[in-house]
């Protein structure tokens, strides 16, 4: 299998980032991280492993990036304003320098959207908010409103709120939507989501199923047994929707 290591200064970030590839043909996949995690954890997991025959015969690329949460929305010695818009810069760097990477790279026209937990978040939120550069989303066991608590899960932008946190929060944003081209560019995505019925982002994926119905927007909801949020869940699945 080819793996290929890239490191360059982020000018959207102003630091190094890193991310790894692997393949060499096929449809492109963006994958991102679990909370606070790095660009190997993907190939760590065992999940490369798992799709290994796959990215082998040329039918997967994987473009494996690193994340910046411990600097944004994980960021606690920083006000909740700060964090947003260093996620921003975030979503900036992926747009503007990975996916054009990934175009350097590869020609092939199909871009996926893919995350485990706080990855399947990033996943479908650029996604939902740039449709036009993606063609699907895989987002396996996601939490789509960060400023809402769940369970043991705290609100990671505390009490504030404001624009930005609303339009990186689908399930806020979602069900007010109605630029005719944007939901035009959202129903030619295809929507894949799973969540464990024991897990306690179950509510948060099935409200964000009734805002893309709300829509129009087609998608697939699939509920697995028990709580469904660990590595050997996810080696599971994607197998079965990537």
């Known amino acids: 299998m080819q793996r290929t290591y890239h490191k360059w200064f982020s000018p959207h970030l102003d630091r190094d980032m890193e991310l790894l590839v692997f393949g060499h043909a096929g449809t492109r996949v963006l994958v991102f991280p679990t909370r606070r995690g790095r660009f190997y954890e993907y190939e760590d997991f065992g999940l490369v492993q798992t799709l290994a025959e796959k990215i082998e015969k040329g039918w997967l690329q994987l473009y494996c990036v690193d994340s910046i949460d411990r600097e944004s929305i994980y960021n606690r010695h920083i006000h909740p304003y700060h964090r947003i818009r260093r996620h921003e810069q975030y979503e900036a760097y992926i747009l503007n320098e990975v996916i054009p990477l990934s175009q350097q790279l590869n020609p092939h026209p199909f871009l996926i959207s893919h995350g485990c937990s706080l990855g399947a978040y990033h996943a479908m939120n650029i996604a939902l908010r740039h449709p036009q550069q993606f063609g699907k989303v895989v987002a396996l066991s996601g939490r789509y409103a960060l400023s809402e608590p769940i369970a043991e899960?705290?609100?990671?932008?505390?009490?504030?709120?404001?624009?930005?946190?609303?339009?990186?929060?689908?399930?806020?944003?979602?069900?007010?939507?109605?630029?005719?081209?944007?939901?035009?560019?959202?129903?030619?995505?295809?929507?894949?989501?799973?969540?464990?019925?024991?897990?306690?982002?179950?509510?948060?994926?099935?409200?964000?199923?009734?805002?893309?119905?709300?829509?129009?927007?087609?998608?697939?909801?699939?509920?697995?047994?028990?709580?469904a949020h660990q590595v050997e869940d996810w080696k599971k699945m994607v197998e079965i929707y990537l």
């Open 153 to 227: 899960f705290r609100s990671l932008f505390d009490d504030y709120y404001d624009e930005d946190i609303y339009y990186n929060s689908p399930n806020h944003f979602l069900p007010n939507l109605s630029d005719p081209d944007l939901l035009d560019q959202l129903r030619k995505l295809e929507f894949v989501m799973t969540i464990g019925n024991e897990d306690p982002f179950l509510d948060s994926n099935v409200q964000l199923c009734e805002g893309l119905r709300a829509k129009g927007i087609p998608h697939e909801l699939h509920i697995w047994q028990g709580r």
